[in-house]
C-alpha cells in the first residue's frame, strides 16, 4: 500500500540555519509529490511538487526537494530559515487513480531567534 | 484569481445532528477532493467529485457523504455526528487535466467542526 513516512515529528532550528525535513515514500510506480506548508489555523499551501525529469525541484519561498528514487526520498531543504517559515510541514504523494493525496504525519518546524 | 473558499470556517454542533459544509473551487477547477484532518489521524482523504461524479472514496463510514454541482462547487454532509467527527474538514480543488495524477490541488481554509 502506498504510504509517506516523515519521520521528524519536530525540528526546532536557529534562525539563518539550514533546514532539510526527510520524507520517504512508499509507492511501485512513478510517484507524484508534493509538499505543503500549514499555518495555524490555515489551509495547506502548496511549496513544490515533482511528476518528473530534474530531480531537483524549487518551490515558493526559497525552499526545494530533492527526488531520490533509489533511496525512495523527497527531502525539504532551505539554506536559510526565516522565523516566519515556523509552521507544519507534509509531504505527500498521489494515490494510484490520482485522484487523492497521501500524507505524512507532518513536522512541526519551530525556529529560534 | 480567488483560492478556494469553504464555508462556514468554524462550526458547532452537538452529537447526533447532522451539518454541511461548503466548497467553492479554483474558477476553472473542475474537480473537488475533501479531506479530514485530525491531532491523531492526521490528513485524511474523504472523496473526489468530477464532473458531479464521485471518482473515489476513502475510508470512512456512510454518515459522511458529498455532491458536486453543476458548477463544481461541493457540499459534505456528516449526518449523525459523534464526538470523533470534530476535525478540520479541508476542501481542495485541481483543474482535472486528462492526466488525474499530474494533477494539483489547491486547498481552502478549512471548515472547523466541534462536536459536544
Known amino acids: 500500500a502506498q504510504s509517506v513516512t516523515q519521520p521528524d515529528i519536530h525540528i526546532t532550528v536557529s534562525e539563518g540555519a539550514s533546514l532539510e525535513l526527510r520524507c520517504n515514500y512508499s509507492y511501485g510506480a512513478t510517484p507524484y509529490l508534493f509538499w505543503y506548508v500549514q499555518s495555524p489555523g490555515q489551509g495547506l499551501q502548496l511549496l513544490l511538487k515533482y511528476f518528473s525529469g530534474d530531480t531537483l525541484v524549487q518551490g515558493i519561498k526559497g525552499f526545494e526537494a530533492e527526488f531520490k528514487r533509489s533511496q525512495s526520498s523527497f527531502n525539504l531543504r532551505k539554506p536559510s530559515v526565516h522565523w516566519s517559515d515556523a509552521a507544519e510541514y507534509f509531504c505527500a504523494v498521489k494515490n494510484q487513480a490520482g485522484t487523492a493525496l497521501i500524507f505524512g504525519k507532518g513536522t512541526t518546524l519551530s525556529v529560534s531567534s | 484569481k480567488a483560492g478556494v473558499t469553504q464555508t462556514p470556517r468554524y462550526l458547532i454542533k452537538t452529537r447526533g445532528q447532522q451539518v454541511t459544509l461548503s466548497c467553492s473551487p479554483i474558477s476553472g477547477h473542475r474537480s473537488v477532493s475533501w479531506y479530514q484532518q485530525t491531532p491523531g489521524q492526521g490528513l485524511q482523504f474523504l472523496f473526489e467529485?468530477?464532473?458531479?461524479?464521485?471518482?473515489n472514496k476513502g475510508n470512512f463510514p456512510g454518515r459522511f457523504s458529498g455532491r458536486q454541482f453543476s458548477n463544481s462547487r461541493s457540499e459534505m454532509n456528516v449526518s449523525t455526528l459523534e464526538l470523533g467527527d470534530s476535525a478540520l474538514y479541508l476542501c481542495a480543488s485541481s483543474l482535472a487535466s486528462r492526466t488525474a495524477s499530474t494533477d494539483t490541488q489547491y486547498f481552502g481554509p478549512g471548515t472547523r467542526l466541534t462536536v459536544l
Open positions: 467529485y468530477f464532473s458531479e461524479t464521485q471518482r
